[in-house]
């Protein structure tokens, strides 16, 4: 074997030996939920009515390996490709298995990085969680604090004229929920100042878009949950309360130390993880905060990054002042369907949405989403791109996670993805969930090499030029110049009203900004 050849498998092995034996999703097939295994029939009347006749997959694999026979026995890390059905396949599992539970309590825990993915994930918990008498809670900061309370803490219903020690009231206070889908900050906000919101019950903590998630620190929010998590009881342990800074009464847990399969020392109830990502990582540091307890890595395939199998991946070579026409020969080519484009920043975004928007008639609509926008303007312009009444969104790469439009069937990046990673999640808004779809890149001809580097990543060798008639690109040409006028004129007409009322960029804060820009 050629040298290169060892050093780059060298490369792709893991460093972490749990990680060397994989369960390999690949060798799944879909299972129709008629035949699968212990389902419960509340359950499998919410899914066809979803619309679902089968488990995917990855799905089928986690079944398996919680309720089949791994019994939720190991945490599972989850590397499957974008759109692969990676939702149901953990709120499926843990919802069976809350579906027993006689007393309400939050007991799962699902953690994302924006509020829109966590709205997308609640929905899916919502449309099955009910059939067995479960609730689920979302805390994203959509609504005010006040409002987000009411619906996740049940207040106890007081007689008339009988005054209550607000010590005992505290003890009734009791979750409204079973399940919370929550963004970072919005959770740590709850754990730190919501009376009755505790952690004591959890059984389960799953934290999707992993890679995301552990490469910012979000207020500590992991270091905080686990730390909760593991409190044990106070009496076993005295002095437990001092361990938090801010632990009030409602948030000291009752987890018993306790001997459980063979792992002597820790808690029990254990608290089950599952970590999820379609390019998860692999660094043992960075995994390690997560305090995986006897891991179980589940992946697909051999390669580390995989694309959806049924993505076509084009290239358009041309130069870089030509971009803007290249473009719009491409959307006028594939005639109104749904399409995402994707640029490298907020700002680009910005610029390149106005110009199109100058360009004449398109016959189609396009608008923006970024971290340039205030978070109502963005989830009007999601619903609306969800609806099919806008068809062309220009995005930065806050839209390159996990979020599942219906009928996207193109993928555009106006420029270049810097890494792997970054094409895989762009290009994975389309071709999602066995569906057909395409993603062309636009290139300037010094790209072309490392384009097709980044693409061997993803065990891509075929990326096909797309192919533009000259003639429809030097139509459009006397189109482009006024609209390159227009955009001077907007740009500076912004630029002043910045400098007198300050930079748009004051609307969001530079988390949320540093967040939105991946
Ligand atoms: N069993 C199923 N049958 C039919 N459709 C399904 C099934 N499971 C999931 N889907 C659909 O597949 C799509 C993708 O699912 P999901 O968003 O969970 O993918 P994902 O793997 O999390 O993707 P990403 O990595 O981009 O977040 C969704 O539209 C979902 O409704």
Same mark, same amino acid.
């Given at each position: 074997? +050629?040298?290169?050849?060892?050093?780059?498998?060298?490369?792709?092995?893991?460093?972490?030996?749990?990680?060397?034996?994989?369960?390999?999703?690949?060798?799944?097939?879909?299972?129709?939920?008629?035949?699968?295994?212990?389902?419960?029939?509340?359950?499998?009347?919410?899914?066809?009515?979803?619309?679902?006749?089968?488990? @995917?997959?990855?799905?089928? *694999?986690?079944?398996?390996?919680?309720?089949?026979?791994?019994?939720?026995?190991?945490?599972?890390?989850?590397?499957?490709?974008?759109?692969?059905?990676?939702?149901?396949?953990?709120?499926?599992?843990?919802?069976?298995? $809350?579906?027993?539970?006689?007393?309400?309590?939050?007991?799962?825990?699902?953690?994302?990085?924006?509020?829109?993915? *966590?709205?997308?994930?609640?929905?899916? @918990?919502?449309?099955?969680?009910?059939?067995?008498?479960?609730?689920?809670?979302?805390?994203?900061?959509?609504?005010?604090?006040?409002?987000?309370?009411? %619906?996740?803490?049940?207040?106890? +219903?007081?007689?008339?004229?009988?005054?209550?020690?607000?010590?005992?009231?505290?003890? +009734?206070?009791?979750?409204?929920?079973?399940?919370?889908?929550?963004?970072?900050?919005?959770?740590?906000?709850?754990?730190?100042?919501?009376?009755?919101?505790?952690?004591?019950?959890?059984? #389960?903590?799953?934290?999707?878009?992993?890679?995301?998630?552990?490469?910012?620190?979000?207020?500590?929010?992991?270091?905080?949950?686990?730390?909760?998590?593991?409190? #044990?009881?106070?009496?076993?342990?005295?002095?437990?309360?001092? @361990?938090?800074?801010? *632990?009030?009464?409602?948030?000291?847990?009752? &987890?018993?130390?306790?001997?459980?399969?063979?792992?002597?020392?820790?808690?029990?109830?254990?608290?089950?993880?599952?970590?999820?990502?379609?390019?998860?990582?692999?660094?043992?540091?960075?995994?390690?905060? $997560?305090?995986?307890?006897?891991?179980?890595?589940?992946?697909?395939?051999?390669?580390?990054?995989?694309?959806?199998?049924?993505?076509?991946?084009?290239?358009?070579?041309?130069?870089?002042?030509?971009?803007?026409?290249?473009?719009?020969?491409?959307?006028? !080519?594939?005639?109104?369907?749904?399409?995402?484009?994707?640029?490298?920043?907020?700002?680009?975004?910005?610029?390149?949405?106005?110009?199109?928007?100058? @360009?004449?008639?398109?016959?189609?609509?396009?608008?923006?989403?970024?971290?340039?926008?205030?978070?109502?303007? &963005?989830?009007?312009?999601?619903?609306?791109?969800?609806?099919? +009444?806008?068809?062309?969104?220009?995005?930065?790469?806050?839209?390159?996670?996990?979020?599942?439009?219906?009928?996207?069937?193109?993928?555009?990046?106006?420029?270049?993805?810097? #890494?792997?990673?970054?094409?895989?999640?762009?290009?994975?808004?389309?071709?999602?969930?066995?569906?057909?779809?395409?993603?062309?890149?636009?290139?300037?001809?010094? %790209?072309?090499? &490392?384009?097709?580097? $980044?693409?061997?990543?993803?065990?891509?060798?075929?990326?096909?030029? #797309?192919?533009?008639?000259?003639?429809?690109?030097?139509?459009? !040409?006397?189109?482009?110049?006024?609209?390159? %006028?227009?955009?001077?004129?907007?740009?500076?007409?912004?630029?002043?009203?910045?400098?007198?009322?300050?930079?748009?960029?004051?609307?969001?804060?530079?988390?949320?900004?540093?967040?939105?820009?991946?």
């Amino acid at each position: 074997m +050629e040298e290169s050849t060892i050093a780059k498998q060298n490369k792709n092995v893991p460093v972490l030996p749990w990680m060397r034996s994989p369960v390999d999703v690949s060798k799944f097939e879909e299972c129709l939920l008629d035949i699968l295994p212990c389902l419960d029939p509340r359950l499998k009347m919410a899914l066809q009515n979803m619309g679902f006749k089968t488990l @995917f997959p990855v799905q089928l *694999a986690v079944w398996q390996e919680t309720i089949g026979p791994g019994a939720f026995e190991r945490d599972l890390c989850i590397n499957s490709p974008t759109g692969s059905g990676k939702t149901l396949a953990y709120a499926l599992p843990i919802v069976q298995m $809350l579906s027993t539970r006689a007393v309400k309590h939050l007991r799962a825990l699902v953690v994302l990085p924006t509020r829109d993915l *966590a709205l997308q994930v609640k929905q899916v @918990f919502a449309a099955i969680a009910p059939a067995v008498g479960l609730s689920v809670g979302l805390a994203v900061g959509q609504s005010s604090i006040a409002d987000e309370i009411s %619906e996740l803490i049940k207040k106890p +219903e007081h007689e008339a004229g009988i005054c209550y020690d607000p010590q005992d009231v505290l003890q +009734e206070l009791q979750s409204s929920v079973d399940i919370l889908v929550a963004t970072p900050g919005r959770l740590m906000d709850h754990i730190t100042t919501t009376k009755g919101f505790t952690l004591e019950h959890l059984c #389960y903590l799953v934290v999707d878009e992993t890679d995301r998630m552990l490469r910012e620190a979000y207020q500590s929010w992991l270091p905080t949950v686990l730390k909760l998590t593991r409190i #044990y009881d106070e009496n076993l342990m005295p002095g437990v309360n001092n @361990f938090l800074p801010f *632990a009030s009464g409602s948030l000291k847990t009752i &987890r018993r130390c306790g001997v459980e399969r063979g792992f002597k020392g820790k808690s029990y109830p254990r608290l089950v993880k599952m970590v999820l990502s379609a390019t998860l990582t692999q660094d043992p540091s960075k995994l390690a905060q $997560l305090d995986l307890h006897h891991p179980l890595f589940l992946t697909t395939g051999q390669g580390r990054y995989q694309l959806p199998e049924k993505l076509e991946s084009y290239k358009l070579i041309c130069a870089s002042k030509l971009k803007p026409l290249y473009l719009v020969a491409v959307l006028q !080519h594939l005639g109104g369907e749904k399409c995402i484009v994707f640029t490298s920043s907020v700002e680009s975004t910005h610029r390149l949405c106005t110009l199109l928007n100058f @360009f004449g008639d398109l016959k189609v609509k396009i608008k923006e989403y970024s971290g340039l926008q205030r978070q109502s303007v &963005r989830s009007k312009t999601l619903k609306a791109f969800r609806e099919g +009444e806008i068809q062309v969104l220009v995005s930065s790469d806050a839209m390159t996670r996990g979020m599942d439009i219906e009928g996207v069937r193109n993928i555009i990046n106006y420029d270049m993805p810097a #890494y792997v990673k970054t094409y895989v999640h762009r290009a994975g808004r389309t071709a999602r969930a066995g569906q057909t779809g395409r993603c062309i890149t636009l290139l300037r001809v010094h %790209e072309v090499k &490392r384009f097709k580097k $980044l693409l061997q990543k993803a065990d891509n060798d075929s990326c096909p030029s #797309y192919s533009i008639p000259s003639s429809s690109v030097e139509s459009l !040409h006397p189109f482009y110049l006024s609209a390159l %006028e227009k955009l001077k004129e907007t740009v500076q007409s912004e630029t002043s009203r910045k400098a007198k009322v300050g930079p748009k960029f004051s609307r969001v804060s530079k988390g949320e900004k540093k967040s939105l820009e991946e």
